[in-house]
């Protein structure tokens, strides 16, 4: 079994920060992907960062330069700087990790619960 949890989010005031995290436990073996998606009121789920198959990061255009995604083992870190009214939104983190189960292996998609960021004067 995996759990994910996520911390970090919370009211800030417009031009302020927050630092998202998401630890990952369990019988992990590998992970091959991690990425923080957004979802705003009213509006689909959209990837706002991840590490790309190389480990490249990725940013969506609306974040790049405001935005820091980082990572250390199975924690994905998400360093919000600048913040705008328009990264109101909750955040989740996805995580793709390979763990052993048994004498098998298994490749699976995982979300964390979700952290709502409130950018409001």
């Not at 989010?9 to 998606?37: F, K």
Request: net charge positive; glycine share 10%.
């Amino acid at each position: 079994q995996v759990q994910l949890v996520e911390s970090g989010g919370g009211l800030v005031q417009p031009g302020g920060s927050l630092r998202l995290s998401c630890s990952a436990s369990g019988t992990i073996v590998r992970n091959d992907s991690m990425a923080w998606y957004r979802q705003a009121s009213g509006k689909q789920r959209e990837l706002a960062a991840a590490f790309s198959v190389f480990g490249n990061p990725y940013y969506a255009a609306s974040v790049k330069g405001r935005f820091t995604i980082s990572r250390d083992k199975n924690t994905v870190y998400l360093q919000m700087d600048s913040l705008k009214a328009e990264d109101t939104a909750v955040y989740y983190c996805y995580l793709r990790l390979t763990t052993r189960r048994g004498g098998s292996y298994a490749t699976d998609d995982y979300w964390g619960q979700g952290t709502q960021v409130t950018v409001s004067s």
